[in-house]
């Protein structure tokens, strides 16, 4: 049984699934927060436990409690994405490649909702952003265009094969490199794809490279390959907590990075 409490919300026409600690009832403390991709279904009781491991994490005082804030996409293969490219396997259709205007309204219209609807710590150094596969991608593209608002950013399994994306990375900077960045990717995943897919591992290699020539400190940097992952959900779920610690956490020596890329 969790020990803090779920609530819905709605915002501009979107759902919400915020997390709220045991202590948030009781105090006037402001809190960190993680904005979860997908609703977060990351968290949500229904889909993992992941949200107990993150409460005993708590409890352990291995991490600081936390707001959790699921944002829905209103059409996640277009906000998700940050240009317009030929779809995979839908053919004649393209990937919408409306990310800049997600990121726009996440960092400017729904934060500023967050901020003034709870007790938040609204510094961009208490303030993250987390997804995974498109989510993942979605949330370092975020990065690079509201880096003075989000100072932690995770990605678990981030689409990096997609078109243009480490090409996009190679030439942009942050307009605040004082970032602490987690990223992940199972060993298998994509080695059964003919299709671009079959470049996620190599091209999300490729990626965090990139960032350690472009973040501030290499040691708020992390990178873990889960040996026989494969790009499914549960495998996702089962990851989040240890990002969420790595993110926000007080110790920040967990595992290393795999350097062999």
């Known amino acids: 049984m969790l020990s803090g409490t779920l609530i819905k919300d709605t915002f501009s026409g979107r759902e919400l699934l915020i ?3 045991p202590s ?49 996409a209103e059409n996640r293969e277009s906000e998700y994405t940050p240009f317009s490219e030929p779809h995979l396997i839908k053919p004649g259709q393209t990937y919408g490649g409306k990310g800049a205007l997600y990121a726009a ?6 934060k500023a909702y967050i901020d ?31 880096s003075e608002t989000f100072g932690k950013i995770g990605s678990l399994s981030g689409s990096f094969w997609f078109p243009g994306m480490t090409e996009f990375m190679r030439v942009q900077t942050f307009e605040n490199a004082n970032l602490r960045i987690y990223m992940d990717v199972g060993s298998t995943e994509g080695t059964d794809r003919s299709n671009l897919q079959k470049e996620m591992i190599p091209r999300t290699k490729k990626a965090f490279r990139i960032l350690t020539e472009s973040a501030a400190s290499r040691e708020d940097l992390k990178f873990v390959i889960e040996e026989g992952g494969v790009h499914r959900f549960e495998r996702f779920a089962k990851r989040f907590p240890e990002a969420v610690k790595w993110l926000f956490g007080s110790c920040h020596n967990n595992a290393q990075n795999d350097r062999s890329f």
């Open 19 to 21: 997390y709220l600690p």
């Open 24 to 72: 948030y009832q009781t105090g006037a403390k402001r809190y960190p927060v993680l904005y979860v991709h997908d609703r977060g279904d990351l968290f949500d009781p229904a889909y993992s436990g992941s949200l107990s491991a993150i409460e005993k994490l708590c409890s352990n005082h291995e991490l600081p409690e936390l707001l959790l804030v699921g944002v829905a």
């Open 105 to 110: 309204f996440l960092a400017h219209e729904l």
């Open 116 to 146: 003034r609807s709870y007790r938040t710590d609204p510094r961009r150094e208490s303030t993250g952003m987390i997804g995974k596969s498109f989510g993942g991608l979605i949330s370092i593209y975020t990065a690079y265009l509201a």
